[in-house]
């Protein structure tokens, strides 16, 4: 059988319709690559979304369950505009012992240009002047101030009596 010219057209057809059945392939396949890539990438920021908001969802209830300790610790320092008041505080000390408590002297780190949040430092040089038992309170008072404290040089002596002096550096943390 010799080839005709109508074997050579159902040919070409054939030929034809290979191409085009490549190309659809190959776009298809391209499409399907793409989408694939782009539902990873989805389920890839799904998972990242997930994660930041159970990361969030825990820093939400630590700051909820911590909001009474922060507060708690705000109260260990000295406001600058809280000084006056623990001045008082230690002059007050005087009534509740029965001993002699005076403030010779006061300093504090100039936290006014500092940022908010920023802490220093408070301190007072503190004179007791009294009987052992009422210094021991004195001490113990001061001790139980509601703030962070360092008692700093302390020097006990007996100048006459059984009338102990006692002198002493005060340093508390101030915040803006």
């Known amino acids: 059988m010799k080839p005709?010219?109508?074997?050579?057209?159902a040919l070409l057809i054939a030929i034809a319709v290979f191409v085009v059945s490549m190309a659809l392939y190959v776009v298809i396949y391209i499409q399907v690559h793409n989408q694939t890539k782009r539902t990873a990438d989805a389920f890839a920021n799904v998972a990242v979304q997930s994660a930041l908001q159970m990361q969030e969802d825990g820093l939400t209830k630590m700051l909820a369950s911590t909001s009474d300790m922060r507060a708690t610790v705000g109260t260990?320092?000295?406001?600058q505009d809280q000084t006056v008041s623990f001045?008082?505080?230690v002059e007050s000390v005087s009534k509740q012992?029965?001993?002699?408590?005076s403030l010779a002297s006061i300093s504090a780190d100039d936290l006014s240009s500092a940022p908010?949040?920023?802490t220093g430092h408070l301190v007072a040089h503190i004179s007791i002047h009294g009987p052992w038992s009422n210094v021991m309170r004195a001490l113990h008072s001061i001790e139980d101030f509601p703030?962070?404290?360092n008692i700093d040089s302390l020097s006990m002596r007996v100048i006459n009596g059984g009338i102990w002096n006692t002198e002493f550096n005060?340093?508390?943390?101030t915040i803006k």
Not at 4 to 9: L, P, R, V
Not at 76 to 79: C, E, Q, R, S, V
């Open 116 to 118: 908010t949040g920023k």
């Open 97 to 101: 012992s029965g001993a002699s408590v």
């Open 4 to 9: 005709t010219a109508h074997h050579y057209a």
């Open 170 to 173: 005060l340093v508390a943390l």
């Open 147 to 149: 703030y962070a404290i």
């Open 87 to 89: 001045i008082e505080q």
């Open 76 to 79: 260990y320092f000295i406001a």
